[in-house]
């Protein structure tokens, strides 16, 4: 017989499952359905979901029914009621938990925008919600409740309240988001929270999903200190999430998760889970250590004349504004840096004057990097470029904007004498800081470099004559996968067929991976500017390698940072390993990408310094693609 959750709970660390929907999409369901209806509509593919979990060690698993309230489900016009839903979500795991594993009834938010508009719903509407779906899920025999990925604290609560009046005795799982800082992305505080939640009746507090592991056991931290009013859960993400070919990836591997969740388990978390992007494998690795306690890639270029003339035809005239005006007898190099998450832009412009001192080529501005809120890059580009007369690039996403609001933004570039935009997808909205964040993505990076081309032949998207040209040099990003390019190189072609004309690439920690990009894009006319990131600490290159999509930092490296007990000597290492890799590198790529670590200008100014005093040329690719402009 099974012991009662609580009792269970309190004995030993409880390995819950992980995801659901995203691993349905893995399994091959379209995305964008409606996942709580394959309880109806393919029953078996959810109890095969649950079997997995329960093969991988899960102890408990969740009903396949985040989102099966009358709000989310009211949208689809079936007839099918919520109840029956939410039933079927119970009766499918309860067959596959059989008398060994507990079911936990999974309900998220309702969707409703908080606060409530009073004039359109009331928290009885709310209330009458959730008991609708509580009431399905009690009589499908869970054993309790999760209430999770709560964003609203107030939200949250109602729920809390209908399902204690309902049963008094149920327990309740209770699971907010906090993105980072241990703060709600309304900026209340983790501790404030599961103190509220506590006192309506919840039997055990945490969190889940959010921006990644290291954000939530910093969460889990801070919560630590009330371990001994309640126990806590925490259901990490695998990482930020990418977007590739209109799907979300994400790249956390299962052995570094694990790492974290046995940290997160010293500091009072006794049921663990996985949420987005975690599969059964995670779930098998979380258990293990629970219970310890080059050949040249193949690629097909563009090849046809009629393709190649089309492409040209497509770039519009010579390579934009921004590459012209580089100095072309000498290594081209920008720095990004990040604009801040306030008003005081003091710091950016001093950093800005110090780097066009000291060599630089070209600032870049990122726009709301990790859908992060930011100072707008437009305006700070404008007021670095005439105060110090050095290029600058803004970074475009297409998630922030519309399709209006984008091509506005691009005629404000032209105007303010801005000469380059690198074209981005965008970092998905669900890792945002700031509440009721929507990503729009009416384009993709690859529409984005239609639309900027099209502006540089004087077109905007309707077609219709802006009555002068743009002249901006286009860039993209480009992840490069030693061990897999072709998928990305593909897309790199496609691209430079749509009118780009330099690539930054994501950060590139060792010389070989360099040689080999350059190789294979070769072939290419654009401008490859390899990421160059020095890395302040062991622990920072772990997250890098392991949370962040896109980017590996080899075991040596790692190894390299991991030899220095002292922060400060970490950081020294990372430093040198970059200069080691522009030595080995300034005499054959196009130029280089400088990352500023944590905005902290002074290291690429050091790095600058040392670039100029070498007298590097590079590949000479620049005059190249601008001669004959």
Known sequence: MQRPFIEALLDSPLLADGALGTYFYEKGVALGTNTDLLNISDPDLVYSVHEEYIRAGSQLIETNTFGANRFRLGHLGRKLSVREINQAGAAVARKAAGKDIFVAGSMGPTGVDFPLDLEELTESDIEAAFREQAEALLDGGVDLLILETFTHLDELLVAIR?????????????????????????????????????????NCFGTNCGRGVKAMLEAIEHLSSIRDRVPLSAFPNAGIPEVMDCRMVYSTPPSYMAEKVVEMVRHG??????????????????????????????????????????????????????LSALEKDRLPVFVELDPPPHLKIDGVLEGAGALKEAGADCITLAENPLAVLRADNLSIAHLIKKKYEIETVIHLTGRDRNVLGLQTQVMGAHLLGIRGILAVTGDPASSSDQPGVSGVFDLNSFGLVKMISGFNQGKNLAGRDMKDRTDFSIGVAFSFRPNNPDLQLRRLEKKASLGAHFVMTQPIFDASSIEKMMELTSHLDLLILPGLFPLISARNAEFLHNELPGITIPEEIRKRLRRFEKVEDQRKEGIDIVRDLIEQTAPFVDGLYLISPLNKWEVPV??????????????GRLKALCKGE
Do not use: N
């Open 269 to 322: 978390v006794r049921l663990i889970g996985g949420c987005c992007g975690t599969t059964p494998a995670h779930i098998h690795e979380f258990k293990k250590r629970l219970h310890l306690r080059a050949k040249k890639a193949r690629i097909v270029a563009v090849s046809s004349v009629r393709e190649k003339e089309e492409a040209k035809e497509q770039k519009g005239y010579g390579p934009g504004g921004l």
């Open 606 to 619: 050091a790095l600058l310094k040392d670039i100029r005093s070498s007298g590097w040329k590079g590949s």
């Open 162 to 202: 209908t399902v204690r009046k309902m049963d008094a005795g149920i327990p309740i799982v209770a699971q907010m988001v906090f993105p980072s800082r241990g703060k709600t992305a309304h900026g209340l505080d983790a501790l404030y929270c599961a103190d509220m939640a506590i006192q309506e009746g919840c």
